[in-house]
């Protein structure tokens, strides 16, 4: 079973959003094998995407991961990051599929609702960086309705 983190930003946090992106999420087969609510650090927030440091929207995108409460989730499904990142939608929700979480609920670019891991490795590390081994629960796949 793949894995893949996935992270409800604060403006998903902020319009009360998380319950309907998590039904969502649990709707297109993923299992949540760890979830808690955090406050992001700008040293965690700096760590987290250190990937982007060099770029233009390295500042502005820590300030915004760190202005409010975030939602981290460890998910499991067969092709997980594939299946997530189809879920989520292209980073501009202006862009994004009709019936994807950033087209129906993200306002712009920059605040867009989710971060999703973009590959399998990205996903191991960004879930280790959330969550110790203890704190996930595996292979807890209920059968569908």
Known sequence: ?????????????????VGAVA???????????GMR?????QRDAEAFYQVHQSRPFFAELVRFMTSGPVVVMALERENAVAGFRALIGATDPAEAAEGTVRRDFADSKGENIVH?????????R????????????????????
């Open 37 to 41: 609510m955090l406050l992001l650090s």
């Open 23 to 33: 039904a969502r999420i649990e709707e297109a087969g993923f299992a949540i094998c």
């Open 1 to 17: 079973m793949e894995k893949t983190l996935a992270i409800l930003k604060p403006d998903c946090v902020r319009k009360r959003l």
């Open 126 to 145: 960004e879930i280790s960086f959330f969550f110790a081994t203890r704190d996930l629960n595996e292979r807890i796949l209920l059968p569908q309705p």
């Open 116 to 124: 999703g891991s973009d590959s399998v490795a990205n996903g191991q």
